[in-house]
């Protein structure tokens, strides 16, 4: 998130010669600290600091509301489009100025490729690079069961990465041999999760130990469908949503994507009216066109909203962001999109 500034510093000697110029400074919203000698002793705010200062008298905040918001995007179902909607959404709400982790959880890594983690290099070998490397996966997670924790994330546009490489299959052995082991990335998730306001998890098709790690490590499940195939699991999602509840108490389904979609066709209207009658279990975000400029972000290794800002896209996936803002009851300062 942006960083502060510095507020102005006035001493008290001053404060009555200054005092004009110290109240045109808050009218503009700055903040001014009143200091005898070096030691802060009183500050002048603007009206909104002040405001936002009684609302939290009246409502405390607790430890558990600065923790990020945990998000795993899963379907069952292979292509439905789950890697794209993490990467996009996470560099997306990176963009709004929010602080933002990736962990991927798939050993096959198509969330780190899609971010060039797995580009060659000039002069490195592959194991060279860091993409490559198993410190930066969530592996040390199921590695340490005293005090499950999570090595140094790697960055890109702002944002910390967890990557995959094939170091990560090891994760599928460990859980799979040792149950116990299930809620180990929650725990070690637990410990990053004041440093960020979203922590987004992108996950592999097919239900394995670790994917059931991976959600149980989240307390929100968003999934994507981009047809009739995204449909056939979703009891087994309920399911896994029920199976990682001992983790996770508050974990739910929050929200499900229509995603590349071809809004003229019938088959996407049918697929609509299928979305519309699981609205009790979650909501149907805006949704997210069938675009080949998705695919040239990827390969471009950037993001929508830098690679084609104006996109009709790059505002869908806007829409579904800010869906997902309103769900998660998270104010917001961005620019509305425009409707």
Request: zero cysteines; aromatic letters at 4%; proline letters at 6%.
């Given at each position: 998130m942006p960083t502060p500034k510095t507020p102005?510093?006035?001493?008290?000697?001053?404060?009555?010669?200054?005092?004009?110029?110290?109240?045109?400074?808050?009218?503009?919203?700055?903040?001014?600290?009143?200091?005898?000698?070096?030691?802060?002793?009183?500050?002048?705010?603007?009206?909104?600091?002040?405001?936002?200062?009684?609302r939290l008298d009246a409502h405390p905040i607790t430890k558990e509301q600065y923790m990020a918001h945990r998000i795993v995007v899963s379907n069952i179902s292979g292509g439905e489009g789950k890697t794209s909607i993490t990467r996009e959404l996470a560099l997306t709400l990176a963009d709004q100025g929010f602080k933002v982790a990736l962990i991927d959880s798939d050993p096959q890594g198509s969330l780190t490729k899609n971010l060039g983690f797995h580009d060659p290099v000039d002069g490195l070998e592959r194991a060279e690079l860091p993409g490559y490397q198993r410190e930066h996966t969530i592996l040390s997670a199921f590695e340490n069961d005293d005090q499950p924790r999570l090595g140094p994330p790697l960055q890109i546009f702002g944002v910390d990465v967890w990557v995959s490489n094939d170091a990560l299959y090891e994760a599928d052995q460990k859980i799979g041999a040792d149950l116990t082991k299930m809620g180990n990335?929650?725990?070690?998730?637990?410990?990053?999760?004041?440093?960020?306001?979203?922590i987004?998890?992108?996950?592999?098709?097919?239900?394995?130990?670790?994917?059931?790690?991976?959600?149980?490590?989240?307390?929100h499940l968003i999934v994507p469908i981009s047809g009739d195939k995204g449909f056939e699991n979703l009891d087994k999602i309920v399911k896994?949503?029920?199976?990682?509840?001992?983790y996770a108490p508050g974990l739910g389904i929050r929200m499900f994507i229509p995603n590349r979609v071809?809004?003229?066709?019938?088959?996407?209207?049918?697929?609509?009216?299928?979305?519309?009658?699981?609205?009790?279990?979650?909501?149907?975000s805006s949704p997210i066109r069938d675009s080949v400029l998705m695919m040239d972000?990827?390969?471009?290794?950037?993001?929508?909203?830098?690679?084609?800002?104006?996109?009709?896209?790059?505002?869908?996936?806007?829409?579904?962001?800010?869906?997902?803002?309103?769900?998660?009851?998270v104010a917001t300062t961005a620019e509305p999109v425009t409707p």
């Open positions: 102005h510093a006035v001493k008290t000697r001053d404060l009555r010669a200054a005092l004009a110029d110290v109240l045109q400074r808050v009218e503009r919203g700055e903040r001014v600290l009143i200091e005898r000698y070096t030691d802060p002793v009183a500050a002048l705010v603007p009206l909104a600091d002040y405001q936002a200062l009684l990335l929650r725990e070690a998730v637990d410990d990053i999760a004041p440093l960020y306001d979203f987004l998890i992108d996950t592999k098709p097919g239900i394995t130990p670790l994917l059931n790690a991976a959600v149980s490590a989240a307390d896994l949503v029920k199976g990682a509840r001992p071809r809004s003229t066709t019938n088959v996407y209207k049918d697929m609509l009216a299928m979305m519309q009658e699981y609205a009790a279990v979650a909501p149907v972000a990827q390969r471009a290794r950037k993001p929508l909203v830098k690679h084609k800002p104006t996109a009709d896209i790059t505002d869908d996936v806007r829409r579904v962001a800010r869906d997902l803002l309103r769900e998660l009851g």
